[in-house]
């Protein structure tokens, strides 16, 4: 028998009885109820019937418990408070059939925390509040003991998720407040950010909207930002361009478009710079490799071969 069944069976407390035999045989089992006292009615069976009141410390576990309980032959029903003064356990809330959580209660425990709001059958089912030893504090839906449903949770470091749950973790739309104030916006699969989405980060305010993976940008996106006052669209590998992109800068000016192998330009590209420079053609480690045109602004053209960003004979 788990310490939690143990804490709600250990109610039925009779008056002081020196003969365990004797007790044995008026309730089942005896373990349970040894060297506690009760004081209330009793039904015809010597059992707890109607309101009544037990305290003391059991046998079984040396503990000293305290409730007050409407009883129904030996058995708590509708509302009760229930109270392990040794371990600081408490239920206080409504319980149906044999001893069971049913309906809406709180239940406190020093060692794993606290849940306020609605039971089904012993399990957190419905709205609740639930705070975990850690401090991780949830206010949502349950199912079976789990977030399932909307809720909300903040986290020891602050971190604020609100959105969809699925039997404990983060699953379909979300919003995820980092503590730093940057966020998420999209889908989340298996508790992280993945499918379609979106990222602000108030520090640099770079804004990233695209495919994720494993909280990772990886796939079509669009980035911007308002510091350096530019556009990015394109292909992405674990928050990394690694693919055809293009890019605008802050005066409609298009500055970049290509390939770009991390911050590595390659492939062929179309690079026009503010100063009216340009070129067109295929590039190696960001320097015109290979057949290019190269223009400057005072008309020059260099057409031919690169090697290295070194001009060579046509």
């Known amino acids: 028998m788990s310490k939690d069944n143990l804490f709600f069976l250990i109610f039925i407390i009779l008056n002081p009885i020196n003969n365990c035999d004797e007790y044995t045989k008026i309730m089942e089992p005896a373990s349970r109820y040894a060297g506690l006292k009760y004081l209330g009615g009793l039904d015809a069976n010597g059992l707890p ?37 040794t371990t600081k356990m408490s239920y206080v809330g409504y319980m149906q059939g044999e001893n069971v959580r049913h309906g809406y209660g709180k239940y406190t425990d020093p060692k794993s925390g606290t849940y306020e709001g609605n039971w089904s059958n012993d399990r957190k089912s419905g709205f609740g509040i639930n705070i975990d030893e850690r401090g991780n504090q ?59 989405g979106g990222t602000i980060s108030m520090q640099s305010g770079k804004k990233l909207f695209g495919e994720f993976k494993d909280s990772r940008v990886s796939g079509l996106a669009i980035e911007s930002s308002t510091i350096q006052n530019n556009v990015r669209i394109g292909s992405y590998k674990e928050d990394t361009i690694q693919g055809l992109f293009a890019e605008r800068a802050g005066d409609g000016k298009l500055r970049i478009t290509g390939h770009l192998n991390g911050l590595s330009k390659s492939g062929v590209v179309l690079d026009i710079n503010a100063d009216g420079t340009g070129y067109i053609g295929e590039v190696k480690n960001s320097k015109p490799h290979g057949m290019g045109i190269l223009t400057k602004p005072e008309g020059l053209k260099l057409i031919g071969n690169f090697d290295n960003g070194i001009f060579l004979n046509p």
């Open 49 to 85: 019937h109607g309101k009544g009141k037990l305290f003391g410390i059991c046998d079984v576990d040396q503990h000293e418990h305290l409730a007050h309980c409407n009883f129904v032959h030996g058995h708590c029903q509708g509302f009760v408070e229930i109270h392990d003064l």
């Open 138 to 196: 949830y206010i949502g839906e349950h199912k079976d003991n789990h977030p399932h449903g909307i809720g909300k949770i903040t986290y020891g470091d602050s971190t604020v998720y609100y959105g969809d749950w699925v039997d404990g973790i983060r699953e379909g739309n979300g919003i995820l407040i980092f503590a730093n104030g940057d966020y998420y916006i999209g889908e989340f699969k298996k508790d992280q950010p993945e499918g379609i």
